[in-house]
Structure formats: C-alpha cells, structure tokens
C-alpha cells in the first residue's frame, strides 16, 4: 500500500521558472491538501480540496494554483517560481470525517535559484 | 480561527531521562488533537491522537498525551526517552465543521548519550 505519493522527491528552479507537483493517494481518501515546511514555522497550509472538485485556499496560496484532477490526485503549480518559496512540500490526504488524521507524503525539497 | 503554538523549539535531554512536550491550543468549537513525529528527511507519520473518550491517549512506542480541555492543552510525555526518539514533534489541530488541520511550529527533541 503506497499511500500519499509525491513527485518529483528533488527540484532546482530558477525565479521565474514554473513547474507541477503532483500528489497521489491510494486509500479512496476525500480530502487533500498541500503544505509547505520551512524552518521554524511548522507546516503552513497552502491549498485543500475538501472533496473532488472543491479548492479552497489555505494560510499561504500566493503565488501557487492547485488542480483536483481526480479523487486519486491533487497537484500544485508555481507558475513563476520565486527564491521565497524554496521549501519542504508536502502533500496530505485524509478520509475528510474531521475525527480521522492527516497521511503525508514524503515530500518535495524545491530550491528556487 | 484555529491556532496552535509549541512554545519549545527545542529540547535536549538525556537518554532514559522524561520528557515533556507542550502544545497549548485555541479553538472556539470541539477539537481533536494530533501528534505526528518526523524524522530527518521524512514525512511526517501519526504518534497518536485524541478524538474523544478518554482524555489520556497513548502510542505503541512509550509517548501519551493527556487533553486538557480547561487548559486548552495536549501535552506530550514519555517517562524514559531513547536515542532513536531524537526527532521533531509537531502538535496538530482540526474540529467539526472544518476540513484543515493546523500545525504547531514544532518542537526538535535531541537525546544525548
């Protein structure tokens, strides 16, 4: 069982580059969402997708956009990559009932140059 | 709006030695409670949790967790903490009514020899 799969694990942008990250889960989850983790200031949400085809942003959405492809998938685009968002990224997963935890990916370490 | 704050950044302490890691929360609603560890360049993975019921939850590897809800407290205790323990804890809130968890800023546990 895979669980939340991340890709790419690595990524070196230069500023104004753009790329996807792509999320999939493999436990029939409802609720996805995307964090960034930087140091000192724990796990900031950036966007979720409560149910497939619902968005909604979270504490930090400047700068990215996400797409619930399916229910299996949720991706984050940066358009313009900036040196500000050289960052942990992490993707969860969660059965979407609020008494059930959060399964987190292995995460993308993103460097913009 | 949700918070959580960990007030300890970080806390050395020596093998088989306690050791206490706070989480204080703010909520207006009923929450559930997280504790998630995570190692070096890992995601995170669930330690335990309170939903309901008992206030004192425990894990397999020795941590529990007592919700305090005069206090607004979920802190986590073991009585005697291994090397392997050397990791960093993040305390993490959701509620009813809300699809998003909220993460603390953390708390880096390093045990010394």
């Known amino acids: 069982n895979a669980g939340v799969t991340q890709t790419p694990k690595f990524q070196v942008l230069k500023t104004g580059q753009s790329m996807t990250l792509q999320c999939a889960q493999d436990?029939?989850?409802?609720?996805m969402y995307w964090y960034r983790q930087d140091p000192g200031m724990g796990l900031r949400l950036i966007y979720y997708?409560?149910?497939?085809?619902?968005?909604d942003k979270g504490e930090v959405p400047n700068g990215y956009n996400v797409s619930r492809l399916n229910k299996r998938e949720f991706s984050l685009r940066l358009e313009s990559a900036a040196p500000s968002q050289t960052s942990v990224y992490f993707c969860?997963?969660?059965?979407?009932?609020?008494?059930?935890?959060?399964?987190f990916g292995q995460g993308t370490r993103l460097t913009v140059v | 709006a949700q918070s959580v704050t960990q007030l300890d950044s970080q806390v050395p302490v020596f093998e088989e030695a306690p050791v206490e890691l706070r989480c204080n929360y703010s909520?207006?609603?009923?929450?559930?409670l997280f504790w998630y560890v995570q190692y070096p360049n890992q995601g995170l993975q669930l330690l335990l949790k309170?939903?309901?019921?008992?206030?004192l939850v425990e894990s397999i590897n020795g941590f529990e967790a007592e919700f305090n809800k005069s206090q607004t407290s979920f802190h986590l205790r073991k009585p005697s903490v291994h090397i392997s323990d050397t990791a960093e804890y993040f305390c993490?809130?959701?509620?009813?009514?809300?699809?998003?968890?909220?993460f603390g800023t953390g708390t880096r546990l390093k045990v010394l020899a």
């Open positions: 436990m029939n989850h409802n609720s």
């Open positions: 997708s409560a149910s497939e085809g619902t968005t």
């Open positions: 309170y939903l309901s019921g008992s206030t």
């Open positions: 969860a997963s969660s059965g979407g009932r609020m008494n059930t935890e959060a399964f």
């Open positions: 993490a809130v959701t509620s009813s009514g809300t699809y998003k968890y909220i």
């Open positions: 909520s207006s609603v009923s929450v559930y």
